[in-house]
């Protein structure tokens, strides 16, 4: 329960650190992970610091010589274990520390285990998916490289990529690239790097080396700081056989520093060389192509109609009178055959005309409406009537009908 305090009313340091060691004291005895650092042994007694192999926190820890010995050479500088202890909070000094009763160095194959465990978490949340990995820029104007100092593994990349391009530039970061302070170091220079705007890649880059030397770079933060990066990030851990986390989390896997700077830098010679196929291949498909034209501006040119323009108007004047003569032909004989159709109308027109009759002495006889009298019987005497002859009417009256 928390403790009733106020200013008019303080507890002594007495008693804090009375209940602090009392609300500790109910922890009892625990197991705990972690990685020895500061390991060093006085008398009986061995001291270490327990750092997290995550975040960057670390306990005291402290037993007595035969409990470390009991463990086995493998307990050292940088080796991961679990420790069986009890936690201790001395009033006196007001510190805390562990007091081992136990301590088991982890195994290969259980940290082969959980880094399986790990990959398949990091695996389901997508962080290995293809699509989430971009592409290099063709030529990168600044390379961050993280690295050991004065390491193979620095002089490799810096050595084959200014032979590839003598003028690439580089910000190094020197870290340490294992045990206890090597995530941490190497996540500060992720962010240094990522943060410079000039920066266009970044190759986080050691030497082959024990698996259990490559474990920081299974180390989940860094493989989360990694793909949270803005910056495209190549990785290039140990040699071919060595498989980090790191490797499937970059964007670029590079079997050796080598390889790295080889897939992040081309190679001028190559770039060169490319240049002139390019630019002999578009001589040649350019000429193919003038070629091509001037073939055709010579067939042009061969033609009748350029080769002699006058030998073509005369062609085509040739034509043009031939027409004409023929469409002369064609309406002089329809103009014959209508004249002619028009001689047998007339002709048929006067055969059959009333006229004709009277001219051979025949005469019609009308009355005064103009009516045709065809029979004696229609009229009696005393009408007036009118005698149609070829040259003329007469007037008469009907005195006598036989």
Not at 126 to 139: I, N
């Amino acid at each position: 329960m928390a403790m009733e305090t106020s200013a008019e009313s303080p507890v002594p340091v007495r008693t804090v650190l009375q209940a602090v060691s009392g609300w500790i004291g109910r922890l009892g005895r625990i197991w705990v992970e972690g990685q020895i650092t500061d390991l060093n042994a006085r008398g009986g007694t061995v001291y270490m610091t327990l750092r997290d192999p995550v975040a960057n926190m670390s306990v005291r820890v402290v037993g007595p010589r035969a409990v470390f010995e009991a463990a086995g050479p493998a307990v050292t500088d940088g080796a991961r274990v679990v420790v069986h202890a009890k936690p201790d909070f001395w009033i006196n000094r007001g510190s805390f520390s562990l007091s081992v009763l136990e301590i088991r160095p982890v195994g290969v194959g259980e940290l082969l285990a959980r880094l399986e465990r790990l990959r398949q978490v990091l695996a389901s949340e997508g962080l290995f998916r293809p699509e989430r990995k971009r592409a290099l820029p063709f030529l990168p104007a600044k390379i961050g490289l993280i690295c050991g100092r004065d390491s193979d593994a620095e002089h490799d990349v810096l050595q084959n990529a200014r032979r590839r391009w003598p003028a690439v530039a580089f910000r190094v970061e020197n870290t340490a690239v294992q045990g206890s302070y090597a995530v941490g170091e190497v996540m500060e220079a992720l962010r240094t790097l990522d943060a410079d705007p000039e920066i266009d890649v970044i190759i986080i880059a050691r030497g082959g080396g024990a698996m259990e030397d490559l474990l920081a770079f299974s180390d989940e933060a860094l493989v989360r700081a990694v793909s949270a990066a803005r910056t495209p990030v190549v990785s290039a851990i140990g040699h071919e056989q060595d498989s980090p986390i790191l490797d499937l989390v970059a964007d670029v896997r590079a079997s050796t520093p080598t390889d790295a700077a080889k897939k992040t830098v081309p190679d001028v010679r190559e770039q060169l060389q490319l240049v002139r196929q390019l630019r002999d291949r578009g001589r040649r498909c350019l000429g193919g192509a003038v070629e091509r034209e001037l073939a055709w501006l010579r067939g042009v040119r061969s033609r009748p109609a350029l080769a002699d323009p006058v030998r073509e108007i005369e062609r085509q004047s040739e034509q043009v009178a031939a027409l004409r003569d023929r469409a002369r032909r064609c309406l002089s004989g329809a103009l014959d055959r209508a004249g002619d159709e028009l001689s047998h109308t007339r002709a048929r027109l006067l055969a059959l005309s009333p006229a004709a009759t009277l001219e051979r002495g025949y005469a019609i006889v009308q009355r005064e409406d103009e009516s045709v009298v065809r029979e004696s019987s229609a009229v009696k005497d005393g009408d007036k009537l009118h005698v149609r002859l070829s040259d003329g009417r007469l007037g008469v009256t009907v005195t006598e009908r036989e």
